[in-house]
């Protein structure tokens, strides 16, 4: 029996979805929500980056002494304004911030599409923000890792020199812990990253991690769903390193279930999830990760995470 595609559903509906992103700079947040850009495509997924509503430039903050981290840094009100017209289908008028040079560019026109990300220091800061999200995201690299991908990042892309990225860090620290990392207690899924148990150095060379992906009990069940990894295919093909452990822990006293993955699967574990998904969800096609003979446990962490957003996507719907 041919099932439509549920996303033609979405493309249909007048319900504008949004997914909040959190976590400092340079901690991984696009990564995670890449399936989703995948599955779904540019013409119906939009992306806010909330650097946008700095409310001083770089020599700004540089003459106040504040950091970008600290909401006096940024149009929270504005953007607070932004998102409920957003979220009503209504375009904006969007700030434009350059990150090459520090300044702000003309504001562009902002239409939102059928799924809108947002990403950035404080998508999930304020209770009039978290009101409009359906899904809360919260990057959380441990510090070290964080830190080696920032001076990559920065040296690379930005060209400071490495004093100049560790000084930042530094004095970024404090405001970290004060402004952004709190609000992890409001994310409904929480991806911490730390280096591989078979290695540090398979971070650098082939993005391989040890990913906790930290989740919130689903309060809706559609049918009865199901993720299953296929145990013949892990244990027949795969001539790599793989961990998978579950355990629970709390958050701000929620209970969270942990899901630790570390090392890389055959690309044909997760081929058979992703059909998986497909089959339960019916959006299709799912093929995030085509004519890969590997996958990262980051990798299966994002196809974990677009399962649950699609289906909390099908229960607004419902």
Not at 49 to 62: I, P
Not at 91 to 104: L, S, W
Not at 158 to 183: C, L
Not at 194 to 222: A, C, F, H, P, W
């Amino acid at each position: 029996m041919h099932h439509p595609n549920f996303k033609d559903a979405i493309a249909a509906s007048p319900y504008i979805f949004i997914i909040g992103v959190a976590g400092d700079s340079g901690s991984g947040k696009t990564t995670f929500t890449q399936g989703i850009r995948s599955i779904f495509g540019d013409e119906m997924v939009s992306t806010i980056t909330l650097d946008d509503y700095h409310s001083l430039d770089r020599a700004g903050r540089k003459e106040q002494g504040i950091t970008a981290l600290d909401p006096r840094a940024n149009r929270l009100d504005q953007f607070e304004k932004d998102i409920t017209l957003l979220k009503r289908g209504i375009p904006i008028e969007k700030p434009v911030y350059n990150h090459d040079t520090g300044t702000f560019g003309p504001p562009v026109i902002f239409h939102p599409k059928k799924i809108l990300i947002l990403e950035g220091l404080h998508p999930l800061f304020t209770p009039a923000i978290r009101s409009h999200l359906d899904f809360s995201l919260f990057a959380d690299p441990v510090q070290e890792v964080k830190y080696d991908w920032k001076i990559r990042r920065d040296m690379g892309k930005r060209g400071y020199t490495r004093e100049q990225v560790t000084k930042e860090i530094a004095e970024r620290e404090p405001d970290y812990q004060t402004y952004i990392a709190p609000q992890k207690e409001f994310a409904e899924a929480v991806i911490g990253i730390d280096y591989s148990e078979y290695g540090r150095q398979l971070g650098l060379q082939r993005n391989v991690y040890r990913i906790t992906l930290s989740q919130s009990k689903m309060k809706q069940k559609i049918e009865n769903i199901d993720l299953s990894l296929d145990l013949y295919s892990i244990l027949s093909i795969s001539q790599r390193n793989f961990s998978l452990k579950f355990g629970s822990s709390e958050h701000n006293g929620h209970k969270m279930g942990d899901l630790i993955m570390d090392g890389e699967l055959s690309g044909h574990v997760v081929k058979k999830l992703e059909q998986s998904i497909e089959h339960q969800t019916r959006v299709h096609p799912i093929s995030i990760f085509k004519d890969r003979p590997y996958v990262t446990a980051g990798d299966l962490a994002q196809l974990i995470l677009c399962w649950r957003i699609i289906h909390r996507r099908i229960f607004r719907e419902t």
